[in-house]
């Protein structure tokens, strides 16, 4: 399973989860501080950061970051962080 996060508020809703380490992190540009993204990685979780922020508004974006992620998590889910 990979976690997709966008904003701090998912990552936050997460954090538990994420720091556990057992899960791929994939994280929007200025979700975390680049001290944070060390930090996390240091507690062993494996996290990739875009270098663009993901706008959960513009389907298109969201739609690119996902094809992204499956290059490099193929036949995995994806959970989205995602607000209706």
Known sequence: MV???ATREGFKELELIILTGEYAVWIGDEV???????LIRDAGVYATNFLYVIDLNNQEVVNTALEYIALHHPDERVW???MS
């Open 80 to 82: 989205l962080e995602w």
């Open 3 to 5: 976690i997709f996060v």
């Open 32 to 38: 975390l501080l680049d001290k944070e993204l060390d």
